[in-house]
């Protein structure tokens, strides 16, 4: 019998699984792909990601984000999922972008040649004995959705939509051009709306265009994650609000003016090593298929592009963390069961994975007879755990990782200045707790 058993093949449960197969302890993988499929998911591998390819920004000498500094966090406790994006990696400015095939492929290779885990490929509809991690992922559902509702007592469900790829070759580059923001890597094609009245056009059509109908385990008052927000959502909500947004025409200069001159741009970052496949940075949606090229079409550059995968919308499910787990993401009335992934109440890749984890981590301790600990405050892993302990229940919400959710420095007002004295912080802390594991 193993040592552990993890219900879900995503980032959070395989890097839990690696996590606890490095210090020496058997786990029994459960991953119900592919044998079932989720409304989002189309393979069989471990790590399938099912929104964006990019993982989050990295740090650099001109931009620290709290995204940079849990990546930093992530590279000092040996994270899998970390390593392998970084081996995968495709071209994305500031940010750790992967060719997703790859990426998941290479997932799955080290998990199913690790013989200290044992993939089991079926659906995991009850809650096994002894020590769990469930890192079923915000699409759990059937019986399991169900005993964790009960075990939980609690439940938010929100919306996910996933942006459109179109290939490279059919982008006319004519109209398109190469550049990153304020000067910076040049790895985006943008599509620029040159006037008013075109962005008008779009617009108009945009918030006319027909939406899929919710699928039956969807409800009608659906909560959108504001960081993967539909585009016509955005839309709906103002004539400018994309201008604000992921269209916001700001910091790059027109190659034939030299001046920042554009109404609106859409920037389409790679979406596959080989650099044939594109995706529109900030469109996820839930419009209808034909809609979806109809409008999308109507940006400059991809009159004629070729679509090879049109979004789609998704449930996202967590748990109330501050109501139901403890600080160690155990459940609190059933201290043998770690929540990990999306489901404890975070957003975004890479917090998915630290979650894994964390509770990866936790586990191992655990069948050791250790102490579990509490994680520095001032790390981005800390801080995340202090955000899903300390937020009042009823206004829970999930959350990424960011400087607002770091210790406050309120004797420094450049937001610069504060998001270095974080990250150095924030590492010099993890290098000490690291010794301490």
């Known amino acids: ?203 108009e059509a945009l918030i006319k265009a027909e939406r899929h109908l919710p699928h039956d385990f969807e409800q009608k008052d659906a909560k959108y994650f504001r960081g993967c927000m539909p585009i016509e959502v955005i839309a709906a909500s103002g004539f400018n609000s994309m201008r604000f947004g992921p269209l916001k025409p700001v910091g790059i200069v027109n190659p034939k003016t030299g001046k920042e001159d554009f109404y609106a741009i859409v920037q389409l970052r790679q979406d596959n090593s080989d650099g044939t496949l594109y995706n529109l940075v900030g469109f996820q949606t839930g419009l209808k298929w034909g809609e979806q090229k109809k409008v999308f079409s109507m940006i400059p550059g991809l009159e004629h592009a070729e679509f090879v995968r049109f979004g789609v919308m998704h449930r996202n499910t967590s748990v109330n963390a501050p109501a139901v787990l403890d600080e160690y993401l155990r459940l609190k009335k059933w201290n043998k069961i770690f929540i990990a992934g999306q489901l404890v109440g975070v957003e975004g890749y890479m917090e998915s994975t630290a979650m894994g984890l964390v509770t990866g981590i936790h586990a191992a301790m655990t069948l050791a007879n250790k102490e579990l600990p509490i994680w520095p405050r001032e790390t981005g892993i800390g801080s995340l755990m202090h955000y899903l302990q300390t ?30 004295i974080s990250r150095e912080n924030a590492i010099n802390a993890m290098r000490e707790f690291v010794k301490t594991l």
């Open 391 to 420: 937020t009042k229940p009823k206004s829970f919400q999930p959350m990424n990782v960011n400087l607002g959710i770091f210790p406050a420095l309120p004797d420094i007002k450049d937001r610069d200045e504060r998001a270095k």
């Open 1 to 203: 019998m193993a040592d552990v058993k993890i219900i879900g093949g995503g980032l959070a449960g395989c890097e839990a699984a690696w996590q606890l197969a490095k210090r020496g302890f058997t786990v029994e993988l459960y991953e119900m792909r592919p044998e079932k499929l989720t409304p989002a998911h189309k393979t069989g591998f471990f790590a399938e990601l099912v929104c964006s390819n990019s993982l989050g920004s990295e740090n650099r000498e001109y931009r620290i984000t709290g995204q940079g500094i849990l990546k930093e966090e992530l590279e000092l406790l040996d994270s899998l999922i970390l390593s392998c994006a970084k081996e995968t990696r495709v071209p994305a400015g500031g940010a750790l972008a992967v060719d997703r095939d790859k990426f998941a492929g290479l997932v799955t290779e080290k998990i199913t040649s690790n013989n200290k885990i044992t993939v089991i490929r079926k659906e995991c509809e009850k809650l096994p004995r002894g020590l769990t991690i469930i890192a079923s992922g915000p699409l759990t559902g059937g019986r399991l959705a169900a005993n964790l509702k009960v075990l939980a007592d609690q439940q938010i469900s929100f919306y996910d939509a996933v942006a459109p790829v179109v290939t490279k070759e059919s982008i006319d580059m004519k109209k398109a051009f190469v550049a990153g923001r304020y000067g910076h890597d040049e790895d985006y094609i943008n599509c620029a709306f040159f006037t008013k009245k075109k962005y008008t056009e779009f617009y």
